[in-house]
């Protein structure tokens, strides 16, 4: 990140949870004791709430049903641009508050759905926190994307996203359910064009994944909880990524892709390896961090076809032999997986020293490793 005047930059659809996201961030500046200027995207719309409900009812005169807060006809991107090249040049900008509600524009005393005036951020900041729907944004005229040093996508499966803003909406900002609907049809155009794009220009998203019925997100009475939920973390660039500190600090995560962590599955590699020649492999193919435990030929006092190695790895997970698939392209592998009681899957294209692997008689023989992937 620039040593002298980072940014980072929350972005996600209305009702996303980027404020979720937002709240821990600020908790870490607190307790690091970094001085950050926040800024809110809802600040860069065009017009206030009154103004907007006023040229949304013109448009719709005008046979424009798609007018929408997420497009660039409402929204500042120049200025939010402008903020940014400022801030990442000097340190400095201008900036104003959006205020949703009575309790937000008590102090200023103003009506809810107005801006406060233009103001100078704080002066000696470390750094510049936005949370909002164009952080990454880039268009043919704006590239909002490439200032920001950390860009952070909140992006929840959409139908989750649909039940999350109808329940704040509902219940914060006093709206009906059709009035939500509504807004959502409304502004599907400018979210395929201008807030889903931005999610390829991340360096991480974050997609939560419910884990209970969300088929009907219109008539859902709560936002699924924590442990109704998975978290899908996607990495745009893994290099560098300390993958196997990650695994092992998000409890039943396992990895999906060599760029995402999921949550519930382990994954480990037993060989007859040496460590030294184990790590070598792994690092050639850019594996390296993504086993939740390696064992090399020289890590315990036995090596395969002894059962020792998948013993040791069920005992690491909490596992029972019948919740584990031993994968492997040989004989020895299979008679390893036998010894230690659980299902094996081979490939054929190992080294069987010149024997059919299905002599082997495994549990399933497997032409391509993307079978594995039928199970989760």
């Known amino acids: 990140m620039s040593e002298r005047h980072p940014i980072i930059a929350i972005t996600g659809s209305s009702g996303a949870g980027t404020t979720t996201v937002s709240r821990t961030f600020e908790n870490i500046f607190r307790r690091e004791g970094v001085k950050s200027a926040i800024v809110e995207g809802d600040s860069f719309h065009r017009f206030d709430r009154q103004e907007m409900k006023q040229r949304m009812v013109q ?208 994954l480990a590699v037993i060989t007859n390896k040496e460590g030294r020649y184990t790590d070598t492999v792994l690092r050639a193919h850019q594996l390296q961090g993504h086993f939740g435990l390696v064992i090399s030929g020289d890590t315990l006092a036995t090596k395969k076809p002894d059962p020792a190695g998948v013993a040791h790895c069920l005992a690491h997970f909490g596992l029972a032999a019948g919740e584990a698939l031993f994968v492997g392209d040989s004989s020895i592998d299979a008679a390893t997986a036998r010894n230690a009681g659980v299902a094996v899957w081979l490939l054929p294209y190992g080294y069987n020293m010149g024997q059919p692997i299905a002599a082997c008689q495994p549990d399933r023989v497997m032409e391509d490793m993307r079978a594995v992937l039928t199970l989760l």
């Open 59 to 266: 448009a719709e005169k005008e046979g424009n049903n798609h007018f929408s807060h997420f497009g660039s006809e409402n929204n500042l991107f120049a200025d939010i641009e402008n903020l940014f090249r400022t801030y990442s040049q000097k340190g400095t900008g201008r900036a104003r508050k959006y205020l949703h509600n009575a309790e937000e524009a008590e102090p200023y005393q103003q009506e809810p759905g107005t801006f406060t005036p233009w103001e100078d951020l704080p002066e000696g900041t470390d750094i510049l926190f936005y949370e909002g729907l164009h952080g990454a944004v880039v268009t043919p005229e704006h590239n909002i994307a490439q200032y920001p040093d950390l860009r952070v996508g909140v992006v929840p499966v959409i139908n989750l996203e649909w039940i999350q803003k109808l329940w704040r909406d509902q219940h914060k900002r006093g709206y009906s359910t059709e009035a939500v609907t509504d807004t959502i049809l409304r502004r599907m155009p400018d979210y395929v064009h201008y807030i889903v794009p931005q999610f390829a220009h991340t360096h991480v998203n974050f997609q939560r994944v419910p884990m209970v019925d969300t088929s009907n997100p219109f008539i859902a009475r709560d936002i699924p909880s924590a442990d109704e939920s998975m978290v899908v973390i996607r990495f745009a660039n893994p290099k560098g990524i300390d993958f196997q500190y990650l695994l092992s600090m998000i409890h039943d995560s396992w990895m999906s892709r060599a760029n995402t962590i999921a949550h519930g599955v382990h």
